[in-house]
């Protein structure tokens, strides 16, 4: 791949990333607003439950974007490629327990994130709900990846060497987009609580506590992400690791590490800062940066992909 060719697909894919990346907020929203509401039952702060709270009304909103988006897409591609799209639903299609794990992280998240209110005095049931969404999003992304890798072997004869790099690429594969769906509901939620400060008005100190929170916990999960991506590395074959130097998607690959790098020292920054209302600008750098990151991760996953 040339580096014109490399820059055209970049930029194709840059809006399909940004979509992708507002449906990984949504799958990541569960365990964030958990991770929240538990804390607030723990160390008896309420700031705790409402910062949990805005994560379940922008999860719900980011979730029904989500099945829109999914809906129309399969919708499209079913008028195009009909006997593909059967093929998924089939009692044969490895992506059928994917499709399993997304349906009950659907339903247990609609009703988690609906019925905040008036589950307020029953809050260990409301938080099982929320384990169960959760439980089944993480479940579905990690199920996705090795159906994924299968569904594309299906359809050739793959040689040992194959069979072997794809078996070495699943598992890195799946925790580097479980941990991202975290990071990027995280995120996203640093730039709502902004764009929601002045319609909610929970005042400044709810905010300045929340944006450090928001902050610390898009941290933590993409300096795993950006550990997984030197674990993918090392599992490559020598034969794809030099197809990966020798092309321009080294450049790529290191932008995703630098963009992703940056993106967390601008959050350690805000988590840090005694006045990060003050840096509220640079929730949406940090939320730029981790768009374009992203787009280069597809495109490295992408090509990857088609090297088995």
Avoid at 251 to 264: E, M, P, Q, T
């Amino acid at each position: 791949m040339s580096t014109q060719e490399t820059l055209t697909m970049i930029a194709f894919l840059l809006v399909p990333a940004l979509f992708s990346l507002l449906g990984m907020g949504a799958i990541g929203s569960p365990a964030i607003a958990v991770l929240g509401e538990m804390s607030a039952k723990t160390k008896k702060r309420v700031f705790f439950d409402k910062y949990a709270q805005q994560i379940g009304s922008m999860g719900l909103i980011l979730l029904i974007l989500l099945l829109i988006v999914q809906g129309a897409a399969y919708g499209v591609a079913l008028t195009k490629f009909p006997q593909y799209i059967h093929a998924l639903f089939t009692l044969e299609s490895p992506l059928l327990n994917t499709f399993a794990a997304f349906g009950v992280f659907t339903i247990f998240s609609l009703i988690y994130f609906t019925t905040w209110t008036k589950m307020r005095n029953t809050k260990v049931l409301h938080i099982s709900l929320g384990m169960i969404a959760a439980l089944a999003a993480l479940t579905c992304v990690a199920l996705a990846i090795p159906a994924k890798i299968a569904w594309m072997l299906s359809h050739s004869t793959p040689t040992d060497e194959t069979l072997s790099a794809a078996t070495a690429m699943i598992l890195p594969m799946s925790i580097m987009y479980a941990l991202l769906t975290m990071a990027a509901a995280a995120a996203l939620s640093a730039t709502y609580l902004v764009l929601r400060r002045n319609k909610d008005d929970f005042g400044r100190d709810y905010y300045s506590f929340s944006l450090r929170l928001a902050a610390r916990w898009a941290t933590l999960p993409m300096l795993g992400f950006l550990g997984c991506q030197g674990w993918l590395y090392a599992t490559l074959p020598a034969s794809f690791k030099s197809i990966v130097t020798g092309t321009p998607l080294a450049f790529v690959w290191s932008g995703v590490v630098a963009l992703g790098a940056i993106s967390a020292l601008i959050w350690i920054l805000i988590a840090r800062n005694e006045s990060p209302l003050r840096l509220k600008g640079l929730t949406f750098l940090a939320l730029t940066l981790f768009w374009f990151m992203h787009t280069l991760n597809i495109m490295v996953a992408v090509n990857l992909l088609t090297l088995l």
